[in-house]
Nanobody
Framework: VQLQASGGGLVQAGGSLRLSCAAS????????MAWFRQPSGKEREFVAR????????YYVDSVKGRFTISRDNAKNTMLLQMNSLKPEDTAVYYC????????????????WGQGTLVTVSS
């Protein structure tokens, strides 16, 4: 299984970015996929998750109303649309897959992408 994250970059506060996570090697059917982020010097934290089969989505409070997680079944790709970005959103963003649970805990996800850096300037 491979997860390939892309789409990070440098953006000014208030701007937008869209992250993609291309998955290959297996079908995720009833699994949950998620985005986590890790600011420099801090712990990895949950951002959002989606159930592959139904599209059921859940967000951490700090990104609700600004970020949207979705999936493209035909392309086996998970997306994270990030709007109204803030400097505190600056982090390396990781996609994860393969959890059977509605989980916000990194260790419950079996597969991880390599991370993509998002930098929001003030």
């Amino acid at each position: 299984v491979q997860l390939q994250a892309s789409g990070g970059g440098l953006v000014q506060a208030g701007g937008s970015l869209r992250l993609s996570c291309a998955a290959s090697g297996r079908a995720f059917n009833n699994d949950y996929m998620a985005w986590f982020r890790q600011p420099s010097g801090k712990e990895r934290e949950f951002v959002a998750r989606i159930k592959w089969s139904s599209g059921e989505a859940y967000y951490v409070d700090s990104v609700k109303g600004r970020f949207t997680i979705s999936r493209d079944n035909a392309k086996n790709t998970m997306l994270l649309q990030m709007n109204s970005l803030k400097p505190e959103d600056t982090a390396v963003y990781y996609c994860a897959a393969g959890s059977s649970y509605r989980s916000m805990v990194p260790r419950t996800y079996a597969y991880w992408g390599q991370g993509t850096l998002v930098t929001v300037s003030s």
